[in-house]
Every structure is written in C-alpha cells, then in structure tokens.
C-alpha cells in the first residue's frame, strides 16, 4: 500500500502528537488574524462561532492526508479545494492567492517551530521534508505561486509575513471569539503558547508580551513524559468538554 507520506516521516511524527499540534494551531491561530484576507474566515460565520470546533475540524482534514492511504489523501485535498470553491462561489468572488499560500505556509512553518519547541531541533533534510509534504498539498489544491524548495520557501515566507499581516477589526473581533470559547484562564494560556512560538511580526502586531510565561510548565510538560503523564499542556488549555477530541489528538499513542 502506498501512503501519501511515508511511515517514517517526520510530518507522522509531528502530526502524531497533540500538544505539537495544539501549538501548530496556536501559532495559525494568532496569524490567521492578522491576514488581511481574514473576511473570508468571516464570510460563513463558521470560525467566529465555533474556533475550537474548527480547530478539530481542521485537524481532521490534516489526518486524513498525513496518515491516509495516497488516494483517501489526494480525495481529502480535492474536497478540501472544493469547500473553498463553494465558498467562492457563494461570495461571488475568488479568495487571493497569496491567501491560500499563507494558509500553506502557516503549517509548514508552525509544524517545525512547534516540534522544536517542543521536542529537538529538525536537520536540514527534515525541514525539507515537511515543506515536499505541504508542496504537494498545494499542487494538489492547484495553489498558485508555490516555492519549488524549501530555501526558496524561506524567503517567500518571510516576505509574506511583513506584507500580509494587519492587526484589524476582524482581529480583534476573532480574539474576543477565542477569549469568549476558551474562558479568561485558557485564553490566557493560549497567548502565552503563542509567545513561544510565533514569529516575531506576528507578536508585535497582536501585542502578545517579550516574556513566555508559559516556559516553566513547557519545561514541566518535558519532564512528565518521563513521568509518563503526557498531555499536560492540551489539557489544560482546551475545555474539558472536549475530553474525547482532545485523546484523539494523539495518533502516536494510539
């Protein structure tokens, strides 16, 4: 059986774990509202009503293509590009471009800033696998404009991040969103995850704070894997009410 990223991959195991994701998606979380093309997000009401509902829903998609067979996974993008030409088509107008690369981009750089936050440093040849791995997501979602390699990448990434990043109304709206599903605690949380692993830009512009409150209990969330009682870190920043989702998370263990 063929798989669309091979079982040893660096993208299983940083796809595998649930507190990497968690800090995948704290980290497009916070820049997600910054895009300038966060209207779209807006366009269906579906983020702002239900953030962590999207975040499993997201999550979903993302496993079907990292641990599927190559056709599931290649069927999970197309009908993922197809939610987002209905989406098009109700609005009477195309999402930009440069849009759905940042969405790529989000996860190509939030999966190696999160797994080195939270495991070890990724060598060269690893980074570049997660880049071929979105890559190919992109070509499948016929993604205009894409890198071809993961230096190449870099650059445009960056460039992206200091153009495309406006702290708005929709910003703010979208934070009181998170504040609202998460309670004043977990949201508290949310942005001390997001210090630790958003770039720089992003914190300037959404006023995160220089000091990561949240380093003693990363380092905590280290020690009890010794201890094993991992989870630490998800469960205590997602409701409780999402006790089934939040095991599910973690494929690795399974």
Same mark, same amino acid.
């Given at each position: 059986? #063929?798989?669309?990223?091979?079982?040893?991959?660096?993208?299983?195991?940083?796809?595998?774990?649930?507190?990497?994701?968690?800090?995948?998606?704290?980290?497009?979380?916070?820049?997600?509202?910054?895009?300038?093309?966060?209207?779209? %997000?807006?366009?269906?009401?579906? %983020?702002?009503?239900?953030?962590?509902?999207?975040?499993?829903? *997201?999550?979903?998609?993302?496993?079907?293509?990292?641990?599927?067979?190559?056709?599931?996974?290649?069927?999970?993008?197309?009908?993922?590009?197809?939610?987002?030409?209905?989406?098009?088509?109700?609005?009477?107008?195309?999402?930009?471009?440069? *849009?759905?690369?940042?969405?790529?981009?989000?996860?190509?750089?939030?999966?190696?800033?999160?797994?080195?936050? /939270?495991?070890?440093? /990724?060598?060269? #040849?690893?980074?570049?696998?997660?880049?071929?791995?979105?890559?190919?997501?992109?070509?499948?979602?016929?993604?205009?404009?894409?890198?071809?390699?993961?230096?190449?990448?870099?650059?445009?990434?960056?460039?992206?991040?200091?153009?495309?990043?406006?702290?708005?109304?929709? *910003?703010?709206?979208?934070?009181?969103?998170?504040?609202?599903?998460?309670?004043? #605690?977990?949201?508290? %949380?949310?942005?001390?995850?997001?210090?630790?692993?958003?770039?720089?830009?992003?914190?300037?512009?959404?006023?995160?704070?220089?000091?990561? /409150?949240?380093?003693?209990?990363?380092?905590?969330?280290?020690?009890?894997?010794?201890? #094993?009682?991992?989870? /630490?870190?998800?469960?205590?920043?997602?409701?409780?009410?999402?006790?089934?989702?939040?095991?599910?998370?973690?494929?690795?263990?399974?």
């Amino acid at each position: 059986m #063929t798989f669309f990223v091979s079982r040893d991959s660096i993208v299983r195991q940083i796809w595998g774990n649930g507190d990497t994701i968690l800090f995948i998606f704290a980290g497009a979380s916070a820049e997600f509202a910054l895009n300038k093309a966060v209207d779209w %997000l807006y366009f269906t009401g579906r %983020l702002p009503a239900d953030p962590l509902g999207r975040l499993f829903s *997201t999550v979903s998609y993302a496993r079907q293509i990292v641990f599927s067979e190559h056709q599931a996974a290649v069927d999970a993008i197309y009908k993922i590009a197809a939610i987002h030409k209905g989406v098009e088509q109700q609005r009477g107008a195309q999402i930009p471009d440069c *849009t759905y690369r940042d969405v790529l981009f989000m996860l190509i750089d939030y999966s190696i800033r999160a797994f080195e936050l /939270l495991e070890r440093k /990724l060598i060269d #040849t690893e980074k570049e696998e997660v880049f071929n791995v979105f890559y190919k997501v992109g070509l499948g979602m016929e993604i205009k404009g894409l890198t071809e390699n993961f230096q190449q990448w870099l650059i445009m990434r960056n460039d992206h991040i200091s153009k495309n990043l406006i702290c708005s109304d929709f *910003t703010r709206d979208l934070y009181k969103q998170y504040k609202k599903h998460l309670g004043l #605690t977990r949201y508290q %949380l949310l942005r001390q995850a997001q210090v630790l692993v958003v770039p720089q830009k992003v914190n300037e512009l959404l006023s995160l704070g220089k000091i990561p /409150l949240l380093s003693p209990i990363l380092y905590l969330y280290k020690l009890s894997r010794l201890l #094993t009682i991992e989870g /630490l870190l998800k469960n205590m920043i997602l409701p409780p009410e999402y006790k089934k989702q939040i095991a599910d998370l973690d494929v690795n263990s399974a």
